[in-house]
């Protein structure tokens, strides 16, 4: 059974000698591409590097542009490759993981972005194995679905790190593992899980609840009763942090505009759309961000600093203006 600590696809560990010319650049999670410091320093490395990561089906690298490069650049015919087999969203899952475990790690930046495209095409998966796949923490990914998705349906189950499918509401579950409980009283936590369909955690905490004589379904876990109104159900909700109507971000169309310009492949897979994309997503900040940077600037350089940020302003203003005149006229 699958850890249940790590549900990232897993590659062949079979490797294979490939043409560099055969493979197509990957569909990296990294914003700003490539680092030419990092593919300098390995070119310099007299170490052996170790095989790429190549999806199969599309030939497409999944982690080991920096290597690849170098190959090239070496004048190498061919570059050890382990294969993997899967999906497109899966081979995305595991160019994040891999990236945020070892080599050249990944920004804050990177991976957030990366967390939103797989809660967007992978809703099914729950937070906490978007987590692990992102080195983001289980309530960051939580924040980014509710912003990412506010207005899609939510669903009933996800999928686990273990690769078993839990509802989102563990009631109903909780109650079947109370009522196989008292009807049983010696069958194991792990037993009454797996019948129930929750987690052995959860299983222990009923048992523990009906042992102190409390109902087996936290309180802001339950169903509003009739005629509560919505104010008692909001309240629940957001105890339990899973609140359909949470405030939406500072800049919700801001996110939006720049996570689908990151998926265009006209954007990620030109050196002047991947300049662009840094530009702007260098300037995505919310306000919160915006403040901690003025709370940071030296006082004797406030003038300097805010000359320069007009200076840009105005560069951006009339790169939008021009820019909106050459839509209108094609």
Not at 244 to 249: E, K
Not at 307 to 320: G, K, P, T, V, Y
Request: a positive charge; one cysteine or more.
């Amino acid at each position: 059974m699958a850890s249940e600590e790590n549900r990232t696809p897993v590659p062949s560990d079979d490797v294979h000698l490939i043409p560099v010319t055969d493979l197509v650049d990957a569909d990296s999670p990294r914003l700003r591409g490539e680092s030419i410091e990092h593919i300098e320093l390995l070119l310099t490395s007299h170490a052996e590097l170790p095989p790429i990561l190549v999806h199969r089906q599309t030939m497409r690298v999944i982690d080991g542009m920096h290597r690849l490069r170098v190959a090239a650049l070496r004048g190498q015919r061919d570059i050890a490759v382990r294969f993997f087999d899967g999906p497109d969203a899966d081979a995305f899952i595991l160019a994040v993981s891999t990236n945020v475990s070892h080599g050249l790690p990944l920004s804050l930046s990177d991976r957030t972005a990366a967390a939103e495209r797989i809660v967007t095409h992978s809703p099914q998966l729950s937070d906490r194995s978007i987590a692990s796949s992102t080195g983001l923490s289980p309530k960051t990914v939580a924040a980014i679905r509710r912003r990412t998705n506010p207005d899609r349906p939510q669903l009933n189950a996800r999928v686990g790190r273990d690769g078993r499918v839990r509802p989102i509401d563990s009631g109903d579950g909780r109650r079947h593992a109370a009522r196989i409980m008292r009807a049983n009283p010696d069958a194991s936590l792990r037993a009454v899980a797996k019948a129930a369909g929750i987690s052995l955690g959860t299983a222990h905490d009923v048992r523990e609840r009906l042992r102190e004589g409390q109902d087996p379904v936290p309180a802001h876990r339950r169903a509003p009763r009739a005629g509560t109104g919505g104010a008692n159900q909001e309240a629940s909700c957001r105890r339990a942090g899973v609140c359909p109507h949470v405030s939406p971000p500072p800049y919700p169309d801001r996110d939006t505009a720049l996570r689908n310009l990151r998926q265009d492949p006209s954007m990620r897979f030109s050196g002047t759309g991947r300049m662009l994309l840094r530009l702007l997503t260098a300037q995505a900040l919310d306000n919160e961000n915006w403040a901690k940077l003025i709370d940071h600037v030296p006082p004797h350089r406030a003038d300097a600093i805010a000359a320069l940020a007009l200076d840009f302003a105005r560069s951006w203003q009339e790169f939008a203006e021009r820019l909106q005149r050459r839509v209108t006229h094609v």
